[in-house]
């Protein structure tokens, strides 16, 4: 006889609770003792699949009192965790394997994952998520009176400064080359949802910072994508970095910010947007160039995906590399690590305008002057529309909500930011 599928659910996730209380710290079990809990886990989490392909809206309208509550992704995974800890992990587990290096992590997130892939999977739920996630920060709503008085905020990686009805958004992690880590995503989220709400901003710019990095220093860098030191460390979320990043301020830059201020027409508020690349855009930095309106760089400056060398996937770069290069080329940028230099043909794919690196102040003038019109808005909203549909997006991000989990935790993952922390140590 069959059995019910919620008890099963309930006797794996017990099965797997007792093993981690009777085995010693993830980083010090014997093969054969992850050979064990592994095989629990895989079993929890097959169970936990197949209860959530059927039941996944209810268990969201649930959470949400049937849509009328607007979650965000870390309030979601929290709600469901307390309502349904079978399904997620709770929030002491969650907790104590955050102060440890990812290497010895037991793997939560990957019960996060998914969830959120159930959820993201349902045209209802994930449409509603996704709407949700465009709303504006607490922290930037706390902040915006300061911005429209001052025209200036700092925060710990981003520096946001309005001129002349521009809102200049600069990276300034110079300890890190403007590496990203659960910090940076917060900065980012902050800035781009006062860029957006601010009625005086017509157009946003992002740049990078000038660094004191031995081997840069008094040179501006773009981004080197995300921190490995960091991820080594256990400090790269699944919810807070990873997902947060593309379906919050990076989604926000594609589709604008919801606000009481938007125009009857529209249900968010939307501006173009500049990117200027000097030196590199590796990684997430170059993910980012994907959504921009107008992309510049200098002569001497380069871009890459190195996914295969991380053993991460490039964000939503899979989605949207292809359409701006076609798929010959994104396969070489993303599985062989090709490197584009700013200056070959290929770049012109990419680089909307290429200048010399003392140019570039006056590149960034014109292309804010020229994004300025009237027309722009409605026109990027339709070329959006067109090149990445929300219901594509939505489908793309569900099975990117696993996969990334899973490979967060994959050997060589490890392995790789293993060797880096060491090297970079």
Same mark, same amino acid.
């Given at each position: 006889?069959?059995?019910?599928?919620?008890?099963?659910?309930?006797?794996?996730?017990?099965?797997?609770?007792?093993?981690?209380?009777?085995?010693?710290?993830?980083?010090?079990?014997?093969?054969?003792?992850?050979?064990?809990?592994?095989?629990?886990?895989?079993?929890?989490?097959?169970?936990?699949?197949?209860?959530?392909?059927?039941?996944?809206?209810?268990?969201?309208?649930?959470?949400?009192?049937?849509?009328?509550?607007?979650?965000?992704?870390?309030?979601?995974?929290?709600?469901?965790?307390?309502?349904?800890?079978?399904?997620?992990?709770?929030?002491?587990?969650?907790?104590?394997?955050?102060?440890?290096?990812?290497?010895?992590?037991?793997?939560?997130?990957?019960?996060?994952?998914?969830?959120?892939?159930?959820?993201?999977?349902?045209?209802?739920?994930?449409?509603?998520?996704?709407?949700?996630?465009?709303?504006?920060?607490?922290?930037?709503?706390?902040?915006?009176?300061?911005? +429209?008085?001052?025209?200036?905020?700092?925060?710990?990686?981003?520096?946001?400064?309005?001129?002349?009805?521009?809102?200049?958004?600069?990276?300034?992690?110079?300890?890190?080359?403007?590496?990203?880590?659960?910090?940076?995503? &917060?900065?980012?989220? +902050?800035?781009?949802?006062?860029?957006?709400?601010?009625?005086?901003?017509?157009?946003?710019?992002?740049?990078?910072?000038?660094?004191?990095?031995?081997?840069?220093?008094?040179?501006?860098?773009?981004?080197?994508?995300?921190?490995?030191?960091?991820?080594?460390?256990?400090?790269?979320?699944?919810?807070?970095?990873?997902?947060?990043?593309?379906?919050?301020?990076?989604?926000?830059?594609?589709?604008?910010?919801?606000?009481?201020?938007?125009?009857?027409?529209?249900?968010?508020?939307?501006?173009?947007?500049?990117?200027?690349?000097?030196?590199?855009?590796?990684?997430?930095?170059?993910?980012?160039?994907?959504?921009?309106?107008?992309?510049?760089?200098?002569?001497?400056?380069?871009?890459?995906?190195?996914?295969?060398?991380?053993?991460?996937?490039?964000?939503?770069?899979?989605?949207?590399?292809?359409?701006? +290069?076609?798929?010959?080329?994104?396969?070489?940028?993303?599985?062989?690590?090709?490197?584009?230099?700013?200056?070959?043909?290929?770049?012109?794919?990419?680089?909307?305008?290429?200048?010399?690196?003392?140019?570039? &102040?006056?590149?960034?003038?014109?292309?804010?002057?020229?994004?300025?019109?009237?027309?722009?808005?409605?026109?990027?909203?339709?070329?959006?529309?067109?090149?990445?549909?929300?219901?594509?997006?939505?489908?793309?991000?569900?099975?990117?909500?696993?996969?990334?989990?899973?490979?967060?935790?994959?050997? &060589?993952?490890?392995?790789?930011?293993?060797?880096?922390?060491?090297?970079?140590?």
């Amino acid at each position: 006889m069959t059995v019910p599928l919620w008890p099963a659910l309930r006797e794996a996730a017990d099965r797997v609770d007792a093993l981690v209380a009777a085995l010693p710290e993830p980083g010090s079990r014997l093969p054969e003792e992850r050979t064990e809990i592994a095989a629990a886990k895989d079993t929890a989490r097959a169970l936990r699949t197949r209860y959530l392909q059927t039941h996944a809206d209810a268990v969201y309208d649930r959470l949400t009192g049937g849509g009328l509550d607007e979650l965000r992704l870390d309030e979601l995974v929290a709600a469901a965790a307390a309502q349904f800890p079978v399904l997620l992990p709770t929030a002491g587990q969650l907790a104590a394997d955050r102060g440890r290096p990812q290497a010895d992590k037991e793997g939560y997130e990957i019960d996060q994952g998914i969830f959120l892939r159930a959820v993201l999977n349902s045209p209802r739920s994930g449409q509603h998520l996704l709407h949700a996630m465009l709303r504006p920060t607490p922290r930037a709503l706390a902040l915006l009176p300061e911005f +429209t008085r001052t025209g200036v905020v700092e925060t710990t990686s981003v520096r946001l400064e309005r001129r002349d009805g521009a809102a200049y958004l600069t990276m300034c992690r110079d300890d890190c080359l403007n590496a990203e880590d659960d910090q940076q995503v &917060d900065d980012m989220e +902050t800035a781009v949802d006062l860029a957006l709400l601010d009625p005086q901003v017509k157009v946003g710019v992002l740049r990078g910072g000038t660094m004191t990095h031995p081997r840069y220093r008094g040179r501006r860098v773009f981004s080197a994508g995300i921190n490995l030191k960091s991820l080594h460390a256990g400090d790269i979320s699944l919810v807070g970095f990873l997902l947060r990043r593309e379906l919050g301020y990076i989604h926000k830059l594609v589709r604008g910010v919801r606000s009481e201020e938007a125009p009857w027409h529209s249900r968010t508020v939307e501006k173009p947007w500049v990117a200027a690349v000097e030196t590199f855009a590796i990684g997430g930095g170059a993910q980012l160039l994907l959504v921009f309106d107008h992309v510049l760089a200098a002569s001497d400056a380069y871009l890459s995906l190195p996914a295969a060398r991380e053993g991460i996937v490039p964000g939503a770069a899979n989605l949207r590399l292809g359409r701006h +290069t076609g798929p010959r080329i994104s396969r070489q940028i993303i599985l062989q690590g090709r490197r584009i230099r700013a200056t070959e043909p290929d770049a012109r794919l990419l680089i909307d305008e290429v200048v010399e690196p003392e140019e570039i &102040d006056e590149a960034v003038a014109g292309a804010v002057e020229r994004l300025r019109g009237p027309a722009v808005v409605p026109n990027r909203r339709m070329l959006n529309a067109a090149e990445e549909p929300v219901e594509e997006f939505r489908r793309y991000m569900a099975e990117f909500a696993l996969q990334q989990a899973l490979r967060l935790y994959g050997e &060589d993952v490890i392995g790789k930011v293993g060797r880096f922390a060491s090297r970079a140590g």
